[in-house]
């Protein structure tokens, strides 16, 4: 896969650090132990989930009852991106429509700004879908009798919001997204980007504090779908938005996320940043999905680094990175001073060293072995 683009970390941790445990205030979405159960017993099916403990395997037999989501708890942070991935059939689309009851669980519980949604009436359902979150789907499924300019502002015209109003924030949604120019346009005059575009315009008109996206740029071609993914995590970093983004590819969710949740078979295996799903994962199903992705923007000097005492050299002509420098720029940082390592300093204190036995270690994903043996001089 290709290599990612370096960036900041985002409130969630980004692709740097993992961020701490989630200040309460600070969660817009927690889901806590979610299940869901298709099936025309699945009321049997829960009952004997919770007295017993059945598994999955055990539903479908003992019941006919298929488990769409296992026990499912993830948490979205103000400000944050967070992608679930998973392939085909892993239970990501029904987790993410069962966060606005778009299917209703099973099991658990949702909170969204710490209100429980099993317990809204339809009205204050139809408020939190119209105002508190948006969603984008693969199919925009754009009105085709209505030109761009409406179908932007359709979410405010079912609101009832006044003509002139909706226009006029639908029109300010539509130069967020590039389309200013095509305002008086049909749906069929447009790209399948350019129609995804009016879909996030019409759900950034409601000014939703949450957007959740499902697999939204999959059917566009390579080249569209990257401008788009980077057009999106800028957007959403710029007015402070919030989303949960599914995908079924690991570098999406790693050049969007600021956390991945990874889901196979209905059940969440692991949930952190790219960085640590990467260097740690979960178990060999995690492993298998990231052995192909590069390690030169993700991995960070303080992933890579052991403490300075462990080094043996002298340290006062190393040249210097912060703890989140990646392993490109730690290798740029060695190649130009002509070092065999790298002093990392944080707020001017000297926190650890890298050296090249650390960063071959880091690039080959194999940190075990340069820790054992001390991060000696390389």
């Given at each position: 896969m290709?290599?990612?683009?370096?960036?900041?970390?985002?409130?969630?941790?980004?692709?740097?650090?993992?961020?701490?445990?989630?200040?309460?205030?600070?969660?817009?979405?927690?889901?806590?132990?979610?299940?869901?159960?298709?099936?025309?017993?699945?009321r049997e099916a829960i009952?004997?989930?919770?007295?017993?403990?059945?598994?999955?395997?055990?539903?479908?037999?003992?019941?006919?009852?298929?488990?769409?989501?296992?026990?499912?708890?993830?948490?979205?942070?103000?400000?944050?991106i967070l992608c679930i991935m998973g392939l085909s059939g892993s239970g990501k689309s029904t987790l993410i429509r069962m966060l606005n009851r778009l299917i209703e669980p099973s099991l658990g519980q949702i909170l969204v700004?710490?209100?429980d949604i099993a317990r809204l009436d339809p009205a204050?359902?139809?408020?939190?879908?119209?105002?508190?979150?948006?969603?984008?789907?693969?199919?925009?499924?754009l009105l085709p009798h209505r030109n761009v300019l409406e179908n932007a502002a359709f979410g405010l015209e079912v609101q009832g919001v006044a003509r002139e109003a909706r226009n006029r924030t639908a029109e300010?949604?539509?130069?967020?997204?590039?389309?200013?120019?095509?305002?008086?346009?049909?749906?069929?005059?447009?790209?399948?980007?350019?129609?995804?575009?009016?879909?996030?315009?019409?759900?950034?008109?409601?000014?939703?504090e949450i957007i959740l996206?499902?697999?939204?740029?999959?059917?566009?071609?390579?080249?569209?779908?990257?401008?788009?993914?980077?057009?999106?995590?800028?957007?959403?970093?710029?007015?402070?938005?919030?989303a949960v983004f599914i995908t079924h590819d690991l570098d999406e969710a790693i050049r969007i996320g600021d956390r991945i949740a990874i889901m196979n078979d209905g059940v969440i295996i692991q949930t952190g940043t790219a960085e640590d799903i990467v260097m740690?994962?979960?178990?060999?199903?995690?492993?298998?999905?990231?052995?192909?992705?590069?390690?030169?923007h993700l991995v960070r000097a303080h992933s890579v680094m052991v403490p300075p005492a462990a080094f043996a050299g002298p340290l006062e002509a190393l040249p210097e990175c912060p703890p989140e420098a990646d392993i490109d720029a730690l290798i740029g940082l060695i190649?130009?001073?002509?070092?065999?390592?790298?002093?990392?300093?944080?707020?001017?204190?000297?926190?650890?060293?890298?050296?090249?036995?650390?960063?071959?270690?880091?690039?080959?994903?194999?940190?075990?072995p340069a820790a054992q043996q001390g991060g000696g001089r390389g």
């Open positions: 290709n290599d990612m683009q370096s960036r900041p970390a985002g409130p969630g941790g980004g692709a740097g650090r993992p961020g701490g445990p989630a200040d309460p205030a600070e969660l817009l979405i927690d889901c806590r132990s979610v299940w869901k159960v298709f099936g025309e017993r699945s009952a004997a989930i919770t007295a017993q403990g059945l598994g999955k395997q055990q539903v479908l037999r003992d019941y006919n009852c298929v488990v769409g989501v296992s026990d499912a708890s993830l948490q979205l942070r103000r400000g944050e700004e710490g209100q204050g359902l139809r408020r939190m879908r119209a105002r508190q979150i948006g969603m984008v789907f693969q199919s925009v499924a300010a949604a539509l130069a967020r997204v590039g389309l200013s120019d095509w305002t008086a346009r049909y749906p069929s005059e447009l790209s399948g980007g350019m129609q995804q575009r009016v879909g996030l315009a019409r759900a950034l008109a409601s000014d939703p996206m499902d697999e939204p740029f999959s059917a566009l071609d390579p080249l569209i779908r990257r401008q788009l993914q980077d057009e999106f995590r800028a957007l959403s970093k710029e007015l402070g938005k919030s740690n994962p979960a178990n060999g199903y995690v492993a298998d999905f990231v052995a192909g992705i590069s390690r030169l190649t130009a001073s002509g070092s065999d390592a790298v002093a990392v300093r944080e707020a001017g204190r000297l926190v650890g060293v890298v050296t090249t036995r650390n960063l071959l270690a880091g690039v080959r994903g194999d940190l075990r």
